[in-house]
């Protein structure tokens, strides 16, 4: 039976388990468990990192820990019992493992390691902790460590502060919201400003000296040296070096490294170096041989020196890190200037020392080290385990600590001065030294040369050699110990070093010092002159009285004054004592020893002050005894002079370099003060200095005295206990009295006006800043309540006014806090007596805004003290007196400070009837101090704190607001602030909870609950008490509502959401509708879902509430409506929110922009929100670099002005300006993206646009400007190849798709040289989830219902709608390239199936053509890359139509190639060669063979009958196709090279062999004629495709026709072709995989219609590889190129979208023009439609039916764009006259007879070909297309003659220019201008791009003809005619409209 646990309740996973059993609670080691219930070994419970999931575990599993249970029951919280340092550690490092993972993966290598060394360095010290055997002192630094460290991962992490005490977590709710910052704010300035520290300290190694000519051991003298002052810092570190230059002693550590302690802030300057001297031990010449003399002399080696400038740059570099340096080794020129080389090298004299040699370098490794040397040993413990020697600084470091015990004299052996002693060389003199007692016996071990090295007892000087007067300048420091110090005295002996082979030592003199008087005084500071006493090598030194008695030094007085020998040598040292123990100072000793002179006291106290302060703290006990001594001897005669010192030491205990000796004092006050009396001397002459303070001119004195009366009030306090306990408390009275009068003194002094006497305010001001420090020591002898009142009288002595004097005013302020903090205030009996006087004090400094941090500080400290003592009943009392004082003009305070405008109110302080102010005050403050800048990042504790309180108050507040605030005294301010606040509240960065990690949350949740949920209630709530107040707040506060919804929080979002009813209800009410509402809602999702708030869940919650609340309303329909609105405009934010995530910009993030701006413009008409996103989508397709794209884009908003002066104001980046400049500036960069785009055609037109808006405006530099681009455009249109691009459809299927995408199908425009292949990865990359379809057929709906990505994607080919101007043969192809790829609306892709019964021997049989014609909702290109597919046809070609078709691809790719051949545009014949031999090759193989055995067999002609027609046009294209071929040879044999020729000797036999197989022996009658026959290479036929007179029967002769005439444009796809019938018909076709591969290569454009950046080869002139193209169903080996196709006008004709404004006359005359004699190939048409029909020969007016010409419908469209020009101003008869009835004739009918014609127009022969009816230039015939195959000719020009009504058309090569003078003309070159020759100049318009087009003038300029087409010109005398008539241009689309 499973029961509760009572002890049970926590522990810690040792075991890992799987919880495989039933009700199994998984567990890994070392989570934590918080345990519910136990039954039989197992327990119930959860892991707290996951509490929602509850289980059961075994109990053996769990090691128990002791724990706190909290709200026991059902929602009990555990919290253990261990330390808090050690919980806090286990939660941040379980915090930390989650995040060091991630730096992992984030590649934060750096700090992955440094945070892995950190944690593996807590878990060792958590052991520490946890093991228990740590001392106390040892375990406060651990602990501090791990705070340390907590504290830095927890910033390198960004984790929050965490407020401690003494290591230790806070609580917020155990302490005041003002400590609480305090403790916030501690750590943040420890954590951003670390305390500078004042003790540093140098670590030094010596590694090894690099010299080549070594062999001698070295000594090393490291020390610290001011250039500045030209005197050592420190003392001297003394390395031994072998003769290897590397440490003598290795093992030994201490001896190679040392720390250079004590160094001040003032030692880390630049001219502060590192100074080495090198002594080598050896002959005396470096160079000198190896003798019989064995004696070793210390000799100079080398120096080197370092800047501490460079250390310090260093630690900038790496901080605490050791750097090694290599210190270049000098010597001096002359060993006499040994002693100052240091010098010489710092001040760089170069000519005074030199290199030791080439490559002499000391190795040595340096660090700077921070803190006291405690601090040192803790952080750096390795250097004290391992050994390092302490250099310690010569003379006190900057703080003298009281522990410190030092007894050193420095001793430096500077220079002397000796005779020659006979000889005629200098001596070479060597030094001993010796510290002898007074007995003579050498102290041992006095005598260091350094910190490295241990001292010795004698001690040899270097020598330098032959030299009288040597100068050393050798430190030396004796550690003589002080009970040694009395009678001992320092011997020198000097002798002589002989060089000659016994190298003799000779004594010749010695000098002695004694180390301290008679009196008791060591040897003074600084140089003395020695007396150089002459002696013998056998001078006896045994008994020093011998030479004790000598004079020394000279000057000495002392001793006898016979020396034992005249001497005139002399000796100089310099001595530098630094000890704690001994003085040099006699008037100190004269002060100590005042007994021995009783008669001098009254001057050894004069002369107190001046004894340096540094030998009185030495001796400050023993000072202190001496002044109460002398206090007790007289206190009549010495009291004032004995206080006056007392008051000179407490003083000087103030200065920083002996405040630590003031615990000296206190432990003297305390243990060995004895005065009893002298409380009542004190008391008396602090009171007298006190009174004579209102008269006295100077104050100085005074001031110290004050300064020092914390102190001096200790000794009164202490001296009467001492009465106290001695007298059993006698003269109580007395005491108090004195006490009394001292303070009646005090506050008289204090209440004086200074009047500006600025002495007596200082003085007042020292004593305020002391005072409070007197409080501690009166509540030893005085009762607390009588304390306070004698505090709170002195300080309501102060005046209340403020006075001009400022520094006053602080320090009474600083004099109040120092009170709050006393343990006076800290007692509520004296709180209650202090607090009135210091709120007065608040009140005023914060009305006057003074002093305001001082203020914070009194009034945080007051709280602290309120919120420890809130059990007490006073509390609710000094509380009231707060409220009552302070919180008026605290609130006032805060909102002027905070720069906030005050709430408008009759009065500055609040009273508490004047509810309104007060609310609007305290809402205000609220707001500001949830600011995100109010607190630092990381103090999220500190806000949660704050929210805590806000909230508590709002709740409390609201009552108010309900009762005081509705009905008729409803105020909006107030009640508009109160909702503002609370959206603020709830929109704060530190309380959404869903961005915490889950630990964190958990905490909070804990501790606070979710408060955005408690605000939302209360809005709801004060919503619903509102009632009809709500339309005040409608639309007002939808923004802010909406963003309180957006919140990711369910139960937030449904409270809320509701209020949108509420609000949709009340304007429904009041205006009949919500429009408002609306609107609001749509303008604040926009911004606010862009700055990432809001998610799907929202989205379906939003509608789910809103549609159930609104389904019982009387509106129901328009709410629906509204709902449905801003439902989908979320599905679009989130899509587009979603796509912007993407770093790059891919389709999706064009296309999501696409949609929410259609959204905008179509279905909410949100002009502005449409305009910004026009731009976002602009930007986007410039960083895509899709030019043409950003030009349409940018062309929406060009499209939305006019050209008006109406100024427009400033927007996004344009600045304010009228609407005709925007427009102009949004001309000139779609301009410039156009052409970009190389899309010229479409930047021509707004060039024209612009230009007559400059014309208009007589601006014409920018006409010109204007003109000239535009000829520009034009030059690069037929300079610069384009490259076509290719098209893909794209499906996307499943619901895991945008909405935006989502089951829809899109056509894209594929990228430059982009084909399947790369578009299906491109695709899948945009798409990583998705699953590629591998078939064409539509999908299923289980696909489209789906919860995945389907992508189904095959290549489609465009159908143009301008096929007029693709069939005009004279257009060069790279300008219809232009056509075919641009404006398109319909693309089509071919699946091809077998329908019946499948003949294995021939496929094409049962081989049909699936053909999908897609339509676009607008065409491309367009705003975007892609659009979505509006409408699909899908049709079926029967085999015989599929084989038609292909023939008439091929024809026309032959026909092509042979053109371009012709006129030279391609570079060599290769492409004609491959498709020659492709098509020659596959139709002898029996490609066309095969179209025989399918259809011409009689079995298929007798089961078809209804294909005659068909099968008919199949053998004339087979014929067709033959004569093609015959001619492309003749065009080969012309061109091909020589050694080529074999292959084309081989396609000649081939071709003939061709022919007999399909049975050609010769060609019919109407292409018999050869063109290789032609004179001049290429006979040239009318460019009228059907200029004969036939019957209307006839309509079959025109299959008798030339083999070129027929033109066919359309592009089919023949690798959707299963693998049989795919090699058929590339056998058919001509198609093989080199030819495709050589001959199609074409790439596609990126960036606009045509490449931006690349042009194709010449030779590339059809279309790309089958992958390109081809159906996804088949491999790459079964595609094959796509073909050209022609395809019919699209459903909607160019003519439709621009309306042609015509006469009836010209009206009727292109009804006679019709299309009925039109070239077909459109699968949708049946075969007798595609037949061309000719009409009769004559044209009958009168009759009733109408004659008409083969002239093209195409002919009503224009070619491409050319300038416009104005039009002639002739008579419209001109025009009409050539179509006069009378000026022709008709023939007589013509029999119908398939085989021949007797119509003189179907002549074989070009050049007698002949017709009726005008001529022209048809965009169908022209060029390479026109009848005939003469139109293959270069160069060749039609002349016309119009005779007898018939039109005679003469073709003329290009080489000759023939003239006619009568009823002919000649060809001219083209017009630009109404100047030139003729009036009926043809004119043709461009086909403008929807939204391109140009707006219509009142008289429509005629466009020139282009230079390459024809013009006709007539004789004189004889009818003109024109070609076409002119239209008028059409009204302006927007491409919004398409």
């Known amino acids: 039976m499973w029961i509760p646990t009572d002890n049970e309740k926590y522990g810690v996973v040792i075991s890992g388990f799987r919880g495989t059993v039933t009700h199994g609670l998984p567990l890994e080691v070392g989570d934590t468990v918080q345990i519910l219930e136990k039954c039989d070994g197992w327990y119930r419970g959860f892991v707290l990192k996951n509490p929602s999931i509850k289980g059961i575990f075994p109990a053996s599993y769990v090691h128990l820990k002791n724990a706190n249970v909290k709200n026991k029951g059902q929602f009990e919280t555990i919290i253990p019992t261990e330390d808090t340092v050690i919980t806090e550690m286990t939660g941040t490092l379980r915090e930390w493992g989650i995040m060091w993972k991630q730096l992992y993966v984030k590649n934060e290598g750096d700090l992955f390691h440094r945070l892995w060394h950190v944690m593996n360095e807590l878990l ?225 004299l170069n000519a005074r020392y030199n290199l030791t040699s080439s490559n002499a370098g000391l190795s040595v490794a340096l660090q700077l080290l921070h803190g006291d040397i405690d601090q040192i040993r803790r952080e750096y413990p390795v250097l004290f385990t391992r050994g390092v020697a302490i250099t310690r600084k010569l003379g006190f470091s900057d703080i003298i600590m009281p522990g410190d015990i030092r007894n050193d004299l420095y001793v430096t052996l500077e220079r002397g001065e000796y005779e020659k002693g006979g000889k005629s060389v200098a001596r070479n003199v060597d030094v001993t030294m010796y510290v002898l007692d007074s007995e003579g016996v050498i102290l041992k071990d006095c005598i260091s040369l350094g910190s490295g090295e241990t001292p010795v007892s004698e001690h040899h000087s270097f020598v330098l050699y032959h030299n009288n007067s040597p100068r050393w300048a050798e430190l030396l420091k004796l550690p003589i110990p002080v009970d040694k110090f009395r009678g001992a005295h320092v011997r020198l002996e000097f002798r002589h070093c002989s060089t000659k082979e016994k190298g003799e030592k000779k004594l010749f003199g010695f000098s002695f010092v004694p180390l301290m008087q008679e009196d008791g005084r060591t040897l003074p500071d600084g140089i003395h002159e020695l007396i150089v006493h002459k002696c013998e090598e056998n001078t006896n030194f045994q008994d020093p009285a011998c030479y004790l008695k000598l004079q020394y030094c000279k000057g000495n007085l002392h001793g006898n004054s016979q020396p034992i020998k005249a001497s005139k040598e002399t000796f100089w040292i310099s001595s530098f004592l630094c ?54 001897e007289n206190p009549q005669k010495y009291g004032l002079k004995v206080f006056d010192s007392l008051v000179h030491i407490i003083n000087l205990l103030q200065d920083i370099k002996f405040q630590h000796f003031k615990p000296v004092m206190d432990t003297y006050i305390e243990s060995h003060f004895a005065g009893a009396l002298a409380y009542r001397d004190l008391i008396k002459v602090l009171k007298r200095y006190i009174d004579r303070s209102i008269e006295a001119e100077r104050q100085e004195h005074i001031q110290d005295v004050l300064r020092a009366q914390e102190y001096i009030f200790k000794y009164i306090i202490h001296s009467r206990s001492l009465y106290t306990l001695a007298t059993g408390g006698q003269n109580e009275e007395e005491f108090r009295s004195s006490i009394y009068e001292l303070f009646q003194s005090v506050r008289y002094f204090l209440s004086i006006d200074s009047q500006g006497s600025s002495i007596i305010t200082q003085t007042q001001a020292v ?51 120092k009170t709050v903090e006393s343990q006076l205030f800290a007692n509520p009996d004296s709180r209650c007596i202090l607090l009135p006087v210091v709120l007065h004090h608040l009140h005023m400094h914060l009305q006057e805004q003074k002093d305001l941090i001082m203020c914070a500080l009194i009034l945080s400290t007051m709280f602290c003290l309120i919120k420890k003592d809130s059990t007490e009943a006073t509390v609710l009392e000094e509380v009231d007196m707060l409220v009552d004082s302070l919180l008026g003009v605290l609130l006032r305070t805060i909102l002027e400070i905070s720069n906030r405008p005050q709430p408008s109110g009759p009065t500055i302080r609040l009273q508490f009837q004047d509810v309104t102010d007060f609310l609007l005050q305290i809402f205000t403050v609220f707001k500001i101090l949830i600011r995100p800048e109010m607190f630092p990042k990381d103090w999220t504790i500190m806000r949660l704190v704050t929210n805590n309180v806000i909230i508590t108050t709002i709740l409390y507040l609201s009552d108010a607001l309900r009762k005081n605030f509705l009905n008729e005294s409803f105020d909006f301010k107030v009640w508009d602030s109160y909702f503002y606040l609370a959206v603020i509240f709830i929109n704060q960065p530190c309380l959404q909870l869903e961005m915490f990690s889950p630990s964190k949350r958990k905490k909070v949740l804990e501790k606070y609950g979710d408060m955005r949920v408690m605000m939302g209630c209360e809005i709801f709530s ?138 905008y413009k179509t279905e909410i008409n949100k002009e502005e929100m449409y305009i910004r996103y026009i731009h976002k989508l602009y930007d986007l397709h410039l960083k895509a670099q899709n030019f043409t794209e950003a030009a349409y884009t940018l062309l929406l908003y060009d499209e939305l002005l006019e050209w008006s002066e109406r100024p427009l104001r400033e927007f996004l980046h344009y600045p304010m300006q009228t609407e005709w400049q925007r427009k102009e500036i949004l001309h000139l960069t779609i301009i410039q993206n156009f052409d970009k785009g190389k899309c010229w055609e479409n930047g021509i037109i707004l060039c024209r646009e612009l230009a007559d808006q400059y014309e208009s405006f007589y601006d014409y530099r920018n006409l010109s400007k204007m003109r000239m ?199 060599n014949i290769n492409p004609l060669t ?125 299959n008798r026709r030339s083999p070129l005439s027929y033109p066919a444009f359309n592009r089919y796809s023949s690798s959707s072709l299963s693998s049989q019938a ?153 025009t009409y006259r050539s179509f006069s009835p009378q000026a022709f004739d008709t023939p007589p009918a013509h029999p119908r007879s398939p085989h021949k014609s007797s119509v003189q127009s179907l002549t074989p022969s070009p050049t007698d070909y002949q017709s009726l009816g005008p001529v022209y230039n048809s965009p169908v015939l022209s060029g390479s297309s026109s009848s005939g195959i003469s139109s293959l000719s270069r160069g060749s020009v039609t002349e016309t003659t119009l005779t007898d009504g018939t039109i005679t058309c003469t073709l003329i090569g290009s080489e000759e220019l023939i003239k006619r003078e009568n009823g002919t003309f000649a060809c001219m070159p083209p017009r630009y201008n109404l100047s030139e020759h003729g009036t009926g100049t043809s004119r043709r318009r461009a086909p403008l791009p929807h939204s391109l087009s140009v707006p219509p003038s009142g008289e429509p300029p005629a466009l020139p003809p282009k230079p390459h087409v024809l013009r006709v010109h007539r004789s004189e005398g004889e009818n003109r005619m024109e070609e076409i008539l002119v239209r008028p241009r059409s009204q302006p689309r927007k491409v919004s409209q398409l």
Not at 282 to 294: D, I, L, P, S
């Open 1622 to 1774: 795919s090699a058929e018909v590339s056998n058919i076709t001509g198609q093989s995989e080199s030819s495709d591969e050589v001959f199609h290569m074409q790439a596609s454009p990126s960036t606009s219609s045509l490449s931006s950046t690349h042009s194709a080869s010449p030779n590339v002139t059809s279309s790309a590889p089958s992958s390109a193209r081809g159906s996804p169903l088949l491999s790459d080996k079964h595609k094959h190129s796509r073909e050209n196709t022609c395809l019919s006008p699209r459903e909607r004709p160019c003519s439709a979208i621009y309306p042609i404004s015509m006469e009836p006359p010209q009206q009727t005359l292109n009804q006679q023009i019709g299309d009925s004699c039109m070239p077909r190939s459109d699968p949708n048409l049946s075969a007798p439609e595609k037949v061309m029909n000719l009409t009769p020969s004559s044209w009958s007016l009168d009759s009733g039916k109408e004659a008409r010409t083969c002239v093209p419908d195409s002919a009503r469209l224009v070619s491409p764009p050319v300038p416009p020009r104005p039009t002639h101003t002739g008579s419209p008869a001109k």
């Open 579 to 632: 000890s704690t123990k001994l003085t040099q100072n006699g008037d100190l000793l004269d002060f100590l020893k005042w007994r021995a002179h009783p008669e001098r006291i009254s001057d050894i106290l004069s002369k107190f002050k001046d004894i340096d302060g540094a030998e009185i703290v030495k001796f400050l006990q023993d000072t202190l005894d001496a002044l109460f001594g002398i206090l007790d």
């Open 1474 to 1598: 491959m498709c020659l031999n492709g098509v020659i090759d596959a139709a002898v193989n029996g490609g066309l063979a095969r179209y025989q055995e399918a259809f011409f067999v009689k079995d298929y002609i007798l089961n078809h009958p209804e294909d005659g027609e068909k099968i008919s046009r199949l053998r004339e294209l087979m014929f067709e196709q033959a004569h093609i071929l015959e001619y492309g040879l003749a065009v080969h044999e012309k061109f091909v090279p020589q050694d080529m020729r074999p292959l084309h000797k081989k396609l000649v036999d081939q071709f003939y062999v061709m022919k007999s197989r399909l049975g050609i022996q010769d060609f019919p009658g109407y292409a018999r004629v050869s063109p290789i026959h032609l004179t001049n290479g290429s006979p040239r036929t009318c460019r009228n495709p059907a200029l004969g007179a036939v019957s209307p029967d006839g309509a079959r002769l025109v």
């Open 1269 to 1467: 681009m535009e000829a520009a455009f034009y030059d690069k249109i037929m300079d610069q190849q384009r490259l076509e691009p290719e098209f893909f459809r794209v499906g996307f299927y499943g619901k895991k798709f945008p909405f935006f995408l989502r089951n829809k199908e899109f056509v894209c425009r594929g990228h430059d040289y982009e084909r399947l292949e790369a578009f299906q990865q491109r695709m899948l990359n945009e798409f990583p989830h998705a699953i590629a379809m591998q078939h064409a057929n539509q999908p299923e709906e289980t696909i489209f219902q789906a919860d995945a990505q389907y992508l189904q994607i095959y290549a489609v080919i465009p159908i143009p709608d301008n096929h007029e101007i693709l069939q005009k043969e004279a257009i060069p192809d790279h300008i219809k390239s232009f056509y075919r790829v641009n404006n398109i609306w319909r693309f089509r892709y071919d699946r091809p199936f077998h329908k019946g019964i499948k003949d294995k021997e021939n496929e094409f049989k049962s081989l049909w053509i699936e053909r999908t014609t897609l339509t676009l909702v607008q065409s491309l290109p367009g705003i975007s890359r892609w659009f979505e597919v509006d409408r699909r046809e899908v049709v079926e070609m029967s085999p015989l139509e599929n084989a038609i078709e292909v023939l008439e691809n091929k024809n026309q790719q032959l026909r092509t190639l042979i053109t371009q051949c012709q006129s030279r545009q391609m570079q």
């Open 1022 to 1159: 004060m919503w619903q008490n509102l009632g009809e107040h709500k339309l005040h707040f409608i639309p007002g506060l939808i923004g802010p509502f909406l963003e309180v919804t957006l919140v990711p929080q369910a139960d937030l979002r449904n409270v809320m959401i509701p209020i949108f009813h509420d609000m949709m209800d009340w304007e429904q009410r009041r205006t009949g509708n919500f429009k408002q509402v609306e609107a609001k809602l749509i303008d604040k999702l926009d911004s606010l879902m862009s700055e990432g708030k809001g998610d799907e869940t929202y989205r379906e919650l939003f509608n789910s509430i809103l549609l159930k609340k609104i389904e019982r309303e009387t509106w129901r329909e328009s709410g629906i409506s509204l709902v449905a609105t801003v439902t989908r405009l979320m599905e679009r934010l989130l899509d587009y929110r979603d796509c912007m995530k993407v770093a790059e910009v891919d389709g999706k993030k064009i296309g999501c922009t696409v949609s929410l701006l259609n959204f």
């Open 124 to 348: 060792d010290l958590r052991r520490q902790v946890l093991v228990g055997h740590l001392t106390h002192d040892r375990m406060k630094d651990v602990k501090r460590h791990i705070t340390a460290r907590l504290d830095w991962g927890n910033e390198q992490m960004g984790l929050d502060l965490v407020p401690r005490k003494e290591f230790s977590m806070v609580d917020p709710d155990e302490i005041s919201v003002t400590e609480l910052y305090k403790l916030m704010e501690h750590r943040h300035r420890k954590k951003d400003t670390p305390i500078p520290t004042s003790s540093h300290h140098l670590f030094l190694q010596m590694k090894s000296l690099m010299c080549a000519n070594l062999g001698e051991e070295l000594e090393v003298f490291f020390s610290i040296y001011d250039s500045r002052e030209n005197h050592p810092v420190s003392e001297r570190f003394f390395v031994k070096l072998n003769k290897n230059g590397l440490p003598k002693f290795p093992e030994k550590m201490e001896r190679q490294c040392t720390l250079f302690v004590d160094l001040g802030s003032s030692d880390l300057r630049k001219d502060i170096y590192i100074t080495v001297h090198i002594i080598r031990l050896g002959r005396m010449a470096a160079g000198e041989k190896k003798n019989t003399c064995n004696t070793q002399y210390r000799r100079p080696f080398g120096c080197a020196v370092l800047s501490i400038a460079d250390l310090l740059q260093s630690e900038r570099d790496t901080r605490d890190s050791k750097e090694d340096y290599m210190l270049k080794v000098y010597m001096c020129n002359t060993e006499s200037e040994w002693y100052q080389i240091h010098e010489n090298i710092i001040k760089k």
């Open 767 to 817: 004593f305020l800043s002391s005072f409070p420090a007197v409080y501690s020591e009166l509540l030893k002898l005085i009762d607390v309540r009588e304390v306070a009142n004698l505090v709170r009288d002195t300080l309501r002595s102060m005046p209340d006014v403020l006075h001009v004097e400022y520094s006053l005013e602080a320090v009474k302020l600083q004099c109040i806090a």
